[in-house]
Structures are given as C-alpha cells and as structure tokens.
C-alpha cells in the first residue's frame, strides 16, 4: 500500500467534507495501525489535530505510550504542538508531504501569539519574556506531586520503559 497516497486521500476527503487540510497514517510493521485527519473544524478543538489524533487512537490500540518501530506520515510538516507530540512517542520517522512554502500559497493559519514564522523563536525565549503572557506561582505542595509519582515508582524518576537515546 502506498501510505504517502492514503495520508493524501484522507486529507483530501476532509476538505471535500468541510475539514481542513491535514491528514496522518501510522504504519508499523507494513500495516496502518491508526489514521486521521485533522478535526479541529468539525470539533471546535484547537488540539484535534491530525497528528494527535491518530496518536492517541495507535498508542491505545497498541497499549503504550511508544511508537518505536512506527513511521508516521503526515500532509505537511507538523506544527510545534504536533512536532512535541511526535518527538514524545518515539516513532522511528515521520514522513511529511508538504513544507509550509508549498501550502503557504493556500492555506495560512497565523493566530494570535503563533505565527509559524516566528514560533520557534517565541518558544524559545524564557517564560517571562514570550508575547503569551504566563505567571509563575511557585507552590511547595506542587513539587511534592512529583515526589509523591517518585515514591510510588520505587524512586526512580523517569517512566518506566521509555525509550532513550
């Protein structure tokens, strides 16, 4: 099967549907182990992307949180929340379609505090200086949560089975 066209087919089929243009495919071992496009229209969820979305249906069907082993394909070059996401399972390669300069013609969605163009620069500035304003309000009791997540798993600090470099 060629899974590149199938990532083009789904997108395609949401425009036709009144979604928007972005689909993704996870294959492990030959076979789709999720798909989906992108719902953000059809939910009115900022966070239904296309990416996210067959994230979570390929982590749930396969009952971890790892997607070692997984090539992912996507329509386009993911966003920052989407690239987080992908770099968070583990795949071992996302395969995208489109760069930005090749939909940007077409389709653009700048919004208030993100602009693709200048993102990675704003997420990269401390806390205190990006354009979305953020407060830090230090709570002792805060800290204790992650104490408590480190007690429970016998004093280790990182989860169990995560895949490293």
Known sequence: MDFAQRTIDLARQNVAEGGRPFATVIVK???IVAESPNKVAQTGDPTAHAEILAIREACTKLGTEHLTGATIYVLAHPCPMCLGSLYYCSPD?????????DYEPHYVDD??????TTFYGEFARDWDERRLPMTYHPRDAAVDVYREWQARNGGERRVAGAPTA
Do not use: C, H
């Open 111 to 116: 919004r208030k505090y993100f602009e693709l």
């Open 29 to 31: 071992d030959g076979q």
């Open 93 to 101: 390669e996302v395969v995208f379609l489109t760069t930005r300069d």
